[in-house]
């Protein structure tokens, strides 16, 4: 039954947001990293370690999603 509710949850954001799943994806994803690299902050070595991924594989995400590391040190 959660699961059912769950993905009528899911349904409904995004429907009401005309995004598509990859879209709503992608935003978190981007959430992601943006919330360790303030865990972390700021720092790349750090952020990369906490996600599992390797400095450079951090640096081509942060690339595609338009983040700058540097905005989020302390």
Do not use: C, M, P, W
Not at 31 to 46: D, P, T
Not at 51 to 74: E, F, V
């Amino acid at each position: 039954i959660r699961r059912t509710e769950a993905r009528r949850d899911v349904a409904v954001i995004s429907d009401s947001s005309q995004a598509s799943r990859s879209e709503v994806l992608n935003e978190a994803e981007k959430n992601y990293f943006i919330a360790l690299l303030k865990q972390n902050g700021g720092n790349i070595s750090r952020t990369a370690k906490q996600a599992d991924i390797s400095r450079q594989a951090l640096h081509k995400l942060l690339k595609k999603y338009g983040i700058d590391a540097i905005d989020h040190r302390l």
